[in-house]
């Protein structure tokens, strides 16, 4: 319970920081679940950022953020703990956390823009498969059919984070 608590406040708190209070994090699920994809959801939506303006800054950091939150969160999580209805389902959400924490590795990695943006595919389709899992409001998926791929936002405008400048809106919103 004092883990939970902790991480609530954490994500709060960060929401905050950001601007952008994580609508979505409580869904049907499970607190814990919704709670710990949050956690993980603002690191990669600060990378998502950084490479639609074709940056490279905060990369490594968020990069860093984003495997020790899945790491933790994936060592930790129980069918009875995430509220979920099957342990089928804590299995999956197991492996796209461990997915995401690998991805992530390279992620931080990555010191040209084109690896990162391959890292970061890597670590969308986890994270995509882990969103799946919620109910209710959650981050849109969007598919550039140019790059053929897809990525999560929150934000109702378009922003391609695998073209960047060179095709800011290219993509089309596939699952709200």
Known sequence: MRISKLLFLTVF?????????PT?????????????????FHHYRAVW????????????????????????????LSAERAGLVSDADTAAA?????????AAIDLGA???LATAREAFYAASKPMIRLSELLEGE????????MAKKSWLQ??????NPYYGRMMPKCGDVVDE
């Open 13 to 21: 708190v960060t929401a905050l920081l950001v601007g952008v209070a």
């Open 24 to 40: 979505y994090a409580h869904t049907g699920h499970g607190h814990d679940t919704d709670l710990a994809f949050a956690s993980v």
């Open 49 to 76: 950022k950084v490479l639609t303006a074709d940056g490279l800054d905060g990369v490594t950091e968020h990069a860093e953020g984003m495997r020790e939150a899945a790491d933790a969160i994936a060592a930790e």
């Open 94 to 102: 197991e492996g796209f956390f461990g997915a995401v924490a690998r």
């Open 110 to 112: 990555a010191n040209d």
């Open 138 to 145: 959650r981050p849109k998926v969007i598919y550039c059919p």
């Open 154 to 159: 929150i934000e109702d405008e378009v922003a």
